[in-house]
């Protein structure tokens, strides 16, 4: 028994020295946990911080300055534009610049004297409607703030603040219209980054790829070949997820087949681009594995799918801009839910062109450079 706990000693012990002393391996042991431990503590909240919203103050009142002081007071809405009218109102929310839109009329302290309810107007941008709901109940609990305050100061009146509110895109504020058409753009994306990366990596352990370099096929040809099933099969998976999302969840699309094919071609060509830089550097299927899983939570979770971008420190939405996954489920969403045309979604358009132009040329140089 002793020599047996023995041996086991030295047997882990050249384990772990043999763990220990490669740089890569400390490099991963420590530097993924630290990293996504950090992306859970910004990102993964519903919590609301300085969330931007726009004001149509048609009142100008002493009572209407109070109460949105009394908003903005809590630090959990930034105001980000003054309004001048009603039309002012859809390019706010259509251009996702304003979480939500609070329009108080002419006559809000004159009802509030006469002792009426005086309804203000709360527009949500519901694309997610887990932050609308969130949102909502913030204004609430303000309202109701103001309305004891009030009726303290003036004697028991019954006149209350109302809230009327208007949520775009997702009328009953559903989790399902938010969750379930980002999930075209994300679950096609995880089997599409999973089979490039394990594509050359495959073959490279399997030694097959030596002889298809001596074929007369060039090493474009073979990127090419490599590229255009994925691409194919990323497609036929969003398909699926669509008509199931489409008939049997019955979430209704707003936007135009061609317009959402379109982006999803573009959106699923930078992954593959991805997926082969991945499989390129990799020497076996085993670190293709797990060089893409190492990858894929902070792209999840830096996407939107799920917590909203603007929730994040300022730094991190700008790390986010550099993520497919964001522009592709932002870009879906838009043309399913809001029935978003090409000319709206430029901002998600140019980045994933961009992407694809990078990372299909990048990933054939790797390739080359790695196997001549």
């Not at 990799?282 to 939107?304: D, E, H, K, R, W």
């Not at 994040?312 to 870009?331: A, C, I, S, Y």
Request: charged share 15%.
């Amino acid at each position: 028994m002793h020599r047996f706990l023995i041996s086991l000693l030295y047997l882990c012990r050249k384990e772990l020295l043999a763990i220990l002393k490669d740089p890569a391996s400390r490099t991963v042991l420590l530097l993924p946990i630290l990293v996504e431990t950090l992306l859970f503590g910004y990102a993964a909240t519903y919590d609301l911080d300085r969330a931007p919203y726009g004001l149509l103050n048609q009142s100008h009142s002493k009572a209407s300055v109070d109460f949105i002081a009394r908003l903005e007071g809590g630090g959990t809405f930034r105001r980000v534009a003054n309004l001048e009218s009603q039309r002012d109102i859809a390019r706010l929310v259509d251009g996702q610049e304003a979480l939500l839109i609070l329009q108080i009329g002419p006559e809000f302290e004159h009802q509030l004297i006469a002792g009426k309810a005086a309804p203000i107007q709360v527009i949500l941008d519901a694309r997610n409607s887990n932050t609308a709901a969130t949102a909502a109940r913030y204004v609430g609990s303000v309202v109701e703030a103001f309305n004891n305050d009030w009726r303290r100061r003036h004697g028991g009146t019954d006149a209350t603040v109302m809230i009327d509110s208007r949520a775009w895109f997702n009328p009953n504020l559903e989790t399902r219209w938010n969750l379930l058409p980002g999930l075209v753009a994300t679950l096609s994306m995880l089997q599409t980054l999973m089979l490039t990366a394990l594509s050359i990596a495959r073959e490279r352990e399997q030694g097959t790829f030596d002889q298809l370099l001596v074929t007369p096929l060039t090493p474009t040809e073979i990127m090419i070949g490599k590229t255009i099933p994925p691409i194919l099969i990323g497609l036929t998976q969003s398909a699926l997820v669509l008509l199931i999302v489409l008939f049997w969840f019955n979430v209704p699309m707003a936007g135009s087949l061609a317009t959402l094919y379109a982006g999803l071609l573009l959106f699923i060509v930078a992954c593959v681009g991805i997926g082969l830089s991945i499989s390129a550097l990799s020497a076996n299927m085993q670190q293709a594995m797990f060089y893409t899983f190492v990858i894929l939570m902070p792209m999840v979770l830096l996407s939107g799918l799920t917590t909203p971008i603007l929730n994040m420190p300022e730094f991190m939405q700008t790390l986010t801009l550099l993520n497919p996954l964001r522009h592709g489920v932002d870009f879906v969403r838009r043309v399913y839910l809001e029935g978003a045309g090409i000319r709206d979604v430029l901002n998600d358009i140019w980045p994933l062109t961009v992407m694809a132009a990078v990372t299909l040329p990048s990933a054939a140089w790797l390739c080359r450079n790695r196997l001549v």
